[in-house]
C-alpha cells in the first residue's frame, strides 16, 4: 500500500532513533507537501480536523471542506420565543482539553454558569429529587444506595484518568490506525474490554447493584444516549462523566466552535454534498503515477468535481446519514457501515409545564427542577425533561420556576403526539421538533469499529462514534487523523501504533 524504498525508511527511523521528541523529530522535507486536502462535513469532527492539518501541514496546503446542510452539523441551535437554544450537542466535560482549547484560542468563553437541580422521575412520581443542600443529596444517597455512588464516581475517575492519557500522546505526534488501537493506548485492555461489553455487564461485574443501575445509573444513559444499560461500558462511563460537576457549554452556542476553526484553519467551505470519491491515477514528473482522489459534489450551481491528494470524512457512513459512493477502489469501499444510528427526537415547547404529570403537588412556583430524568418504564414516552436557558445568559437571569412559562426540552425516542404533549403541558405557546439520527445504537459485543484509514490516503474520523459518540471524541479524532494523515505521507511509522507509550513517556512533558 506505501510505495516506500528501504533506504528512505532507514534514514527516517534511524533519524527518530536519535530525537525521540517531536519537533526535534520531523526530519528534513522529505517529500513535498500535499497540495489540496478535501474534508467532507463541517460538524465539530470536519472543522477540528481543519484546525490541526494546517498545524500539521504548513499554510501551504489548501483545504476545502464541503457541507450539504449547515455548519455545525449536530451542533445546531433553535430560536424559540426570541433568544437561541442548543438543539444538539449541549454540555462539554470539565476536562474535555480539546473543546476547551479551542474555546481560549477563538475568544471565545464559557457561558455564565446557572445552578442547576436533577430529579428522577420513575413514570408516576418523582423518585429522587435533588436538594439544594450537598449534605442532604449524599446523605439520601448512601441511605438508599450505600456505597455505590461514592464507588461509581471512582470507577468514572479511574477510566477518565486513563482516558487523559491520549492528550499526552498526541501532545507528542503520536497517531492511531484504528479506534481499537486508540483505546488500547489509553486504557490497555480493559478499554477493549469496555468498549466490547454492556455497561450493565462491567458495573454488575464490579459489585454494583442492580436497583442502583436501574435508579441512577439508567436514567443518566437515557438522557445522554438515550438507550439503556445496555449501550457499551466505554460510552456508560463518557455518560456517567457527564453527571460530573462542572459541565459547561459554549457562550453563544456550541456550534460558535465549528464556525470559529474553519475560520482560524483558513480552509474554503464549500456548499455541496458530496455523492461519490474515485481513485484516479495521473502521470507524475517523475515518471511514476501518483494516486488523486476525485470529489464529485452537488451544489445550487450543479455538478462539479475536484481532485485532492488526502481526502477526511468527517461524517458517519451510515444509513439515513450520508451516501458516499467509493469508485475504482481495491477491495471495494462500502458507502455504508453495519450498525445503525439512534433516532432522538429533540422537543422544544415554549409554556407552561403540568407538574401534576411528573406526579409532583409541589406548588408550580417552588418547583425549580432543572433536569428531570427518567427511569426505563414502559409507559414513558420520553427520556428526559428540562428546563433550558438561552445559548448567551443575559444579565441577572434567573431560570424561570414552572409557574411561569419557559423553555422545555423534551429528548424522546419518538416525535411526541398532541395527546402526549397536552399531558404534559398546561399551555403550549410554540413547539419545535428535530429529528437527529443522534448517536450510534450501541449493541455490544461488536464485530470490531471502522478503520481510521480507508485507503492510501483517504481516511474516516466518525469510527470513534463506536466507542463513544461526543463533541471531543470527534475532537480527539480529528487530532488523530491530522497526525496519523502527515505521518503516512511522509512515510514516518514511529509515530503511528506505537505500545506501550505511556510508560514509555512517563515523567515527560
Ligand atoms: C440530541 C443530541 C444531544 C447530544 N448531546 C451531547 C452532549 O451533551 N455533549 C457532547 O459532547 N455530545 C453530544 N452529542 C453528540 C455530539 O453532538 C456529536 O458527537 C458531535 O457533534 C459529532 O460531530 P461530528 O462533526 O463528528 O459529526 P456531525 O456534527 O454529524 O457533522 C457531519 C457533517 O457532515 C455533513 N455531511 C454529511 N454527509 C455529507 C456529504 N455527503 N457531503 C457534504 N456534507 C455532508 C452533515 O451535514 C454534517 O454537518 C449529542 C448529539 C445529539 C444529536
Ligand atoms: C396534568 O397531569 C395530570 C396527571 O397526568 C392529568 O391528570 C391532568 O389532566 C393534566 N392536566 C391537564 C390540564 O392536561
Ligand atoms: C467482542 O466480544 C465477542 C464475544 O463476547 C468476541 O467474539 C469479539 O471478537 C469481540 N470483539 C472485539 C473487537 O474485541
Redesign the pocket.
Known sequence: MFHLNLPLRTLVILGLCQFGRRGLASAPELREQPKKIAI????????ATAYFLRQEFGDGVKIDI??????????ATETVAGAEYE??????HPL?LHMKHFVDKLGLSPRKDVPSKMAIFDGKELMFEESDWFIVNILKMIWRYGFNFLRMYMWVEGVLDKFMRIYQYQQFGYAFSSVDRLLHAMGGDAFLTMANQTLEEAMMGEGFSQSFLNDIVAPVARV?YGQSVRINAFVGAVSLA?ADAGLWAVDGGNKRVCSGLLYNSKAELIQ????AIALKHRPSKTGNSVNLYEVN?VSQSGSAHSLYDIVIL???LHQG????SFVGFSPPLPSQFPGRYHQ?V?TLVHGLLNVSFLGSSADPASFLYSDILTTEHKQLAINSLSSLDPVSIPEGYKRPPASHPGVWKV?SPQPLTPEQLDGMFLRRDGVWEKR?L??PAYRPPHRGTPPFQLAERLYY??GV?WAA??????AISARNLALLAHHRWHHDTSKVDQEDLHTRLRGEL
Open positions: 467532507v462535513g463541517a460538524g465539530i469532527g470536519g472543522t464541503f457541507e450539504a446542510g449547515t455548519v455545525g452539523g449536530r451542533l438543539t444538539g450537542g449541549a454540555i462539554i474535555n445522554n457527564g455541496a454534498r458530496v455523492n459534489y468527517a461524517t458517519p446519514l450520508s451516501d458516499v432522538t429533540t429528548f437527529w443522534a448517536y474520523l466518525s462514534e459518540s461526543a463533541m471531543e471524541m470527534s
